[in-house]
Each structure stands twice: as structure tokens, then as C-alpha cells.
């Protein structure tokens, strides 16, 4: 065999293996028989014995994955084959740590528990990522309405702002609350923002990139093509003060950065954007206490000061004690404290998994993140449709930056902030939004092979 | 749009990069120091699943935790009260100190030399058993120690000076920790708390923490190994003998201890101020070497610097940035020099190790349940703080100051002890520091203590370190050299 047929063939391995529906069917079963082992783990380490219960935290994601399959192999069976289990996989994960601390919870007398109502959101957002791809069956639509997808993302963006229905809750105002259901509706907006800024792109781009004079090597817009940037800066600006929460700032602003780049090839967004960004965020913690107090903890978690003020490191500190005493190995599901982690369900779940599956879990829980991200990636470089390229961008991105915000912050390693860890966290805005985000993904790859433009 | 999507690519790949690192750094490089926080209430939580390991003094457990009938297991039980200043507390409810805190990672099982043994229980589900902790205390020494302090406030602190071994540590008053680690949170917490509110501090070890003490007179064995050492003065030098000594620059006298001159003469040698504890001479001295040299000597004998034998130490200060009369007041050991028991036993142990100091070490042993030895700590130079020749100068001198000087009641009959007594004040009023530092036997060191006594040993400005802080250092050493 030459050298050339070899190059080519890993390619067409790539390609062609993921791609295929039976091969995504041997995933599933695998991803399935994991969780089964991890709760039958949790089972174990914390009851002593096992227990039917098992059967309904098991079964209902499995039933759930085997739908999303079954409508793929009907409506997109060219899809990308790698997404469905990668998801599957990481959020029964997270079903399986929140059960786990569910269990601590009950056995202290306690009654805050979130695996049931954990395992039906996952089967909702599951059915809604079903629905998207047996009624979205042609996503380039979405290009028609960008302006009433931006309208809608910033009117979801502003809604825990308003009285009565927005709530509170750790500083950061993302939540509405209608009776005892909450919603966190930044979770949708990054969806509908996504259609948006890609949608806008695609049909700017040539005006945002071509014209514009050439300074040291590099070219500057006009500065009418420096609008966009601008009012998005102060739109993240405006979600910053009325929110008071970075991440959720940085988030979209990040998103519109990557796309205007993606759609421009012009490294001069990114580069004002960041600085735009980092100014905005010094000039929000110098002026707001809130930003300040969580950058103070964020610099020195450990310091008395911080460590006792409220709404300082406390819960920082207790993640990172979590994660220390997982080290290399871990703990063993059911073998650490994660339940002495305030928030363990749902901001702080990495800490928890940190803590009992250790360096090695966090690796991989991050490795899958990462794979996903790449397939996203790959979808969208091998798109002919720009708009398609663009919004799987975006939507890849937004998960990527969001995990490493969320896992940047309960490490230490950036500010905490308010967001969520994707798949993970117990809440259903979450889990809908990103189950949609790998519909969108999905259905993108299938309209790739089936309609070449 | 291929090359932006994989440089987007890219950047994501660089992000999750900084994740591995962060992670990497605080599960594997910080994780024992994080676990070790006394706000992580992890390691007492271990106890529902850990036999935590025992610490043994002269081979038998004098902390141990035994099997008792309730959820956590098991009890940890405290031998001797005689202990708890080096062995700390373990709560339940409100963290940990001394040993059972340094060497909590190796008593819990938890520690990286114990990595084997942590997977053999992950895959048979039982639980790790802590490691057992011998140390290097000597009972008989101790329980001498213990005597010799009786009912006073203070603490004893004896090393073997060729090795660093630390063969006693007493601090007192002193706590039960049995109270402190009971499995009934009120008991417990309330036992706690009186022990924190105690203004007598009885959770301090006072051998190595706390608010530190004035030295008096015993760092006058600092200030003249300064001298020596900087070549311009031998043990003949002689310095002007008056009364009374203006302090350079203020309108305030001093005088030496019974306000007279330092023996007969105008002029007094270092020797004989040394032996006489003058207060004069040495004022003179340390103006004359200057702060920065005796900052820099009192800095090669460990002061300022971070120590840990396993239990943290806190640093002894020499102050900084003084004018001449405060350096004039460090020359005997006042102003703002303090220094931990600890400290002075090191100075005295490197005097009788001919001017070698050896890292001061609590923990001779540390072997694992499979009986695999997982910490075996050798003997450790820490610094040479002086020369042979120094050193040999101030045993002489010493040795003078027990046998015809003022540290008579430190002799023991057969043997030439060498020591050096210090009697500090802390304000007009206030009842003074008693010390005792020293060595013996002078020619072949088997032990150097010291020993200090707060609130004057309950006799105010009555009691001198000769008085009070020599006979419990001379019981100590006596305790030594009949074993």
C-alpha cells in the first residue's frame, strides 16, 4: 500500500465511521451500560446494597437516547455519529453524581433532591432535540429570520431583569420564576443569538471584510463596519449591570467575537473585541462591588477576608477542597464529601465529579467536551453553506467557552460566575438549551452530505 | 472560512489545555496542602471509614484510635495529658492541630506514599488504615520535663544536639484532648470553646507558637557569637564598666541586674560579662557591632525563617530599622526581640554540636499498616551559624557561668553543664520571663533544653531565671544522663 492511499484512507475512516448510524447504535449501548455501572457504584458505596431504583435513573436517559436515534435514523441519517453518544454520555454522568448527592442529602434527613426531577428534564429536552430534528429538517431557513432571532434572544436576555418575575439568585440576576417554575433564559438566547450574529454575518461579511484601508499589515474597517461591534460590546456591557454576572456577558460577547472573525478572516475584531472586553470587565469591577468582591475571591479564595465575607470564597474554597481530596484517582463515586460542597448539583458539579472520579474523571469529563466541540468543528469546516459553517461555529463555541468559564471558575481559574455546566448541572433551561444545540449540530451535518450546495 | 474555523479550533484546544494545567495543579501539587486546611472538615469525616494510625512514643501508642460502637467507628483516645501540646487535637467538629494535623495526610492513609495501598482498598472496598507515627520523644525525658514545670506557666523544649532529635516538649497549661475529640457535638464544641476563650491560651504549644517570648539575657549567646564571628572581638575584648549607661540618644539609664558595676575594674572583658550576664557590656556590645550584624547571626541560627519538624514554627524576630538605643536594649534580649523555647533550645544544641545545627525533627518514623516504612528522617544539617571555635569560646564560657557565675542551680554534681540564664521584663509592672538555655554534658553534648517560665513562676519580679528556670532544666538534663 502506498503512502498516499494511507492518507487518504484515515480521512475516509474518519468520515465515514462516525457517520454511520449502527456504529452510533454500538456507542449508545456502551454510553448505557457506563451509567448503569456508575449507579450501580453509587448504589453501592453509599446504600450498601443495590436497589430497583437503579432501574428508572438508568432507563429513562436510555429510552430517551434510543428516541433521538431512532428519529435520526429516520429524518438525518447522515448525521454526525459521535454527538449523540458524547451527550448521552456526559449527561447521564451528571444524573448519576446528582443522584449520588441526592442520597447524602436523604440519608442527613434532607429534602432538597433533584435526580427524578433531573432524569425527566433530560428526557423532555432529549424528546425536544428529537423534535428539532424531525420538524427542522432544513435549518438554513433559520437564515431568513436573523433579526427576529436576535429580538427574541435579547428580549429572553432581559427578562430576570424585570420586576416580578426575575429572580436573583447568588448575586447573579439570570433566573424568571413563575410560581415554582424557574427558568434560566440566557440558555435559549445563546441559541437564538447564535441564528442571529450568523445570520447577520453571513449576509455582511463581504462589506465587513473587503473594504477598509490597510495600517501596518493590517486591515481596518470603516468605522460605520465598526457599528455591529460596538453595539453588541455595550448590549454585553448593558447584560453585565442589569444581570450583574461576567460570565453570562462574556459569553455572548465571545460568540459574536468568534463569528465576526470566522466570517471576516479579520484578526482585528478579535483583537479590539478582547481589549474592549477587558476594559468593560476592569471598569465593571472597579465600579460595581458585586464584580469587585468576585474578583477579590477569586484572587485570593483562602484569605480569612474573603473566606468569611458573604458572598465571598467560602464556596470556591469548598470546591477546591473537593477537588484536592479527589487526586489522581478519585474517590470513588460515593466514596468522597461531595454534598460538603454548597451547590454541588449544579454550579459546583464539577467539583463534586472532581472529587469522587478525580484528575482522571476531569480529564475525561473534559476530553468529551472537547470531542464534541471538535465534531461541531468538523461539521463546520466541512459545510458548502456559510451560513451552516457559521452558526455550527458559533454553536460549538458557545458550549466550549461556557465549560470553560464554568470549570475555569469552580477551579480557580477564572471568576466565578453564574452559568452552567453543559449536560452536567442539574436545570432544565440548560439541559433543553444545549440538547437543542446538539439537534442543531445534528441536523447540520445530516443537510451537509444531503444537499451539497 | 476553513483557516478561522480551525483557529477558532485551536483556541478552544489552548483553553481546555489551561483546564488540564489547573486541574493537574490542584489535584496533584496542592491537593495535600488544600487537604490539609483546618477548614477542610474532610479529614475528620474520613474517620467514619478510617482507622485513623496511632502515634507512638518510646514504641508504645500514646494516641490511638480504638474500636468504639457508634457510627464513626472508631475513638480517638489520648493516653496522656502530658503529650497534648505535641500531638494537638482531632475533632469532629472543629478541626485539627499539632501532629494530628501535620502528619494528617500519613495518620489518615491519605498521603502519596500511601498510593498502592489507597488502590488495593479501592478495589476491595476496604478501607485504607492510617500509617503509625513514632517519634522521637523519650518518655522518661518528658514525663521529667512534665514534673520539673509543676504547676507553672511555660514550656521545656529538649533536643539531642548531634541529631536534631527532639526528646521532650512540654507546654503548660495544657488541655485534655479527649474532651476535644468526643463524638457528641455539644460536649465537644463547648470543651472547644472554653479551651479558645481560656486567656491562658491552653491550645498553644507554647515550645513553638503563640505570641513568642522576650529571650533577657539568653540571647546574649546570640549577640556574642555576633561578636566572635565577626573577627574584631575575642572573649578578652573589654568594654567600659560603669554603673549606669545612657542609652544612645534618650534620657533613659540602664543598669546591670542589682544595679552595680559588672564586677570590680573600669573595664570588663566579654567574658566575664557573659558569665556575669551584664546587662551594660552587652548594650555597649550591640551598639558597637550593630544591628545588621546581629540581625544576621540571629538569622543564620534560624530566626525569621519558616520551620516545620513537622508542626509549623513560628519564626523568631530580631527586629528591623531600630535607632541606637533600641539596638542598645536587643544587646541583653529586650526591646522587640522574641523568640520561641524551640529557637533557644536550636541556639544551645548548634553551641554543643561545635557550631552545627541540626534540623530539629519530632517524627523518627513512619510505617505503614502493611508495615512498610513509608518516612524514615535522617539527621539533617540546617545551618553552621558559627565556627568550631565560637562555639568552643562560648561552652567555656558556659560552662563558667554554671560553675562561678549566675546559673549556679543548673549544675548537676559530676558533670560540667553548660548554660546560660535569662531573666526578661515585659513591662514595669509586669512579672518577668524566666529562661534557662543550655547544654550538657559540656564535653560530650547528649541533651541541650531550654526553658522558660511566664508570670515571673507566680512570684512576680522576684524570681530569676537561675531562681526558677535552671532547676527544671537541670532535672531535665539529669533525666538524660541516668537513662
Known sequence: ?????????????????????????????????????????????????????????????????????????????????????????????????????????????????????????????????????????????????????????????????????????????????????????????????????????????????????????????????????????????????????????????????????????????????????????????????????????????????????????????????????????????????????????????LAALGEELGLAGVFAILSMFLLLIYRGLRIANSHPDDFSRLLATGLSFVVGLQVFVVAGGVMGLLPLTGLTTPFLAAGGSSLLANWAIVALLLVISDSSLRRPA | MNRQVRRVGLVLVLMFLSLFVMASSIQVLRSDALYQDSRNVRASYETYKTQRGPILVGGVPVVESIPYNDAYRFLRNYESVIYSPIMGYFSLFNGSSGLERSMNSYLSGQSSAQFFEQINALLDGKPVIGAAVELTIDPAIQRAAWDALGNRKGAVVAIEPSTGRILAMVSKPTFDANKLAGHLYEPANEAFLASTEDENQPLINRAIEGDLYHPGSVFKLVVAAAALESGRYTVASSFPNPKSYLLPGTATEIQNSGDKTCGPGDTVTLQVALIRSCNIPFAELAVALGQDRIRAQAALMGFGADLSIPMKVTPSIYPEKMDE???????????????????????????????????????????????????????????????????????????????????????????????????????????????????????????????????????????????????????????????
Request: charged fraction near 15%; hydrophobic fraction near 55%.
Open chain 1, 1 to 349: 500500500m502506498s503512502n498516499t492511499s494511507l492518507t487518504q484512507a484515515i480521512p475516509k475512516l474518519l468520515k465515514a465511521v462516525p457517520r454511520s448510524r449502527n456504529f452510533e447504535a454500538v456507542l449508545l449501548f456502551w454510553v448505557s451500560g457506563i451509567q448503569a455501572f456508575a449507579l450501580a457504584q453509587v448504589q453501592l458505596a453509599v446504600l450498601q446494597k443495590l436497589s430497583w431504583d437503579l432501574l428508572f435513573y438508568w432507563a429513562v436517559p436510555t429510552i430517551g437516547a434510543i428516541f433521538v436515534h431512532w428519529v435520526l435514523r429516520k429524518r438525518a441519517v447522515s448525521a454526525d455519529g459521535l454527538i449523540l453518544p458524547l451527550a448521552f454520555l456526559i449527561n447521564g454522568l451528571g444524573i448519576a453524581m446528582i443522584y449520588r448527592l441526592d442520597l447524602a442529602e436523604a440519608s442527613r434527613g434532607g429534602t432538597a433532591l433533584f435526580a427524578e426531577r433531573q432524569v425527566w428534564l433530560t428526557l423532555v429536552a432529549m424528546i425536544g432535540a428529537a423534535a428539532i430534528v424531525r420538524f427542522v429538517p432544513n435549518h438554513i431557513k433559520l437564515r431568513r429570520y436573523p433579526f427576529i432571532a436576535g429580538i427574541a434572544g435579547l428580549l429572553l436576555l432581559i427578562l430576570p431583569a424585570l420586576p416580578v418575575i426575575g429572580q436573583t439568585r447568588n448575586g447573579a440576576t439570570l433566573w424568571i420564576a413563575l410560581g415554582d417554575l424557574s427558568f434560566q433564559p440566557g440558555e435559549i438566547a445563546k441559541i437564538l443569538l447564535a441564528v442571529f450574529f450568523a445570520g447577520y454575518l453571513v449576509s455582511r461579511k463581504d462589506s465587513l471584510s473587503e473594504i477598509g484601508s490597510r495600517v501596518m499589515g493590517m486591515k481596518i474597517p470603516r468605522a460605520k463596519d465598526l457599528g455591529p461591534i460596538l453595539v453588541i460590546w455595550f448590549a454585553s456591557i448593558g447584560v453585565l449591570v442589569l444581570q450583574r454576572d461576567l460570565g453570562t456577558s462574556i459569553l455572548y460577547f465571545g460568540l459574536f467575537l468568534v463569528l465576526i472573525y470566522t466570517a471576516t478572516g479579520r484578526a482585528f475584531y478579535v483583537g479590539a473585541g478582547v481589549i474592549m472586553m477587558i476594559t468593560g470587565a476592569l471598569v465593571a469591577s472597579r465600579m460595581f462591588d458585586y464584580v469587585s468582591r468576585r474578583f477579590d475571591a477569586w484572587l485570593d479564595p483562602f484569605a480569612a477576608e474573603n473566606y468569611n465575607a458573604a458572598g465571598g470564597s467560602y464556596q470556591l474554597a469548598q470546591a477546591l477542597f473537593g477537588f484536592a481530596n479527589g487526586d489522581v484517582i478519585g474517590t470513588g463515586l460515593g466514596g468522597g464529601f461531595p454534598q460538603l460542597i454548597p451547590l454541588a448539583e449544579s454550579d459546583f458539579i
Open chain 2, 325 to 483: 538605643a533600641q539596638t542598645a536594649l536587643t544587646g541583653f534580649g529586650q526591646f522587640d526581640v522574641r523568640v520561641t523555647p524551640l529557637q533557644m533550645a536550636m541556639i544551645s544544641a548548634a553551641i554543643a554540636n561545635q557550631g552545627v545545627m541540626m534540623q530539629p525533627q519530632i517524627v523518627r518514623m513512619v510505617v505503614a499498616s502493611n508495615l512498610n516504612v513509608l518516612l524514615d528522617p535522617q539527621p539533617k544539617v540546617l545551618s553552621a551559624p558559627m565556627s568550631r571555635l565560637t562555639a568552643g569560646y562560648l561552652t567555656r564560657m558556659m560552662v563558667d557561668a554554671v560553675e562561678i557565675g549566675v546559673a549556679k542551680r543548673a549544675g548537676i554534681p559530676g558533670f560540667a553543664v553548660a548554660g546560660k540564664t535569662g531573666t526578661a521584663q515585659n513591662g514595669d509592672l509586669d512579672p518577668y520571663t524566666l529562661w534557662f538555655t543550655g547544654f550538657a554534658p559540656a564535653a560530650d553534648p547528649k541533651v541541650a533544653v531550654a526553658v522558660v517560665v511566664e508570670d515571673g513562676g507566680g512570684i512576680g519580679q522576684n524570681g530569676t531565671g537561675n531562681q526558677i528556670a535552671a532547676p527544671i532544666a537541670r532535672a531535665v538534663m539529669e533525666a538524660v544522663l541516668n537513662r
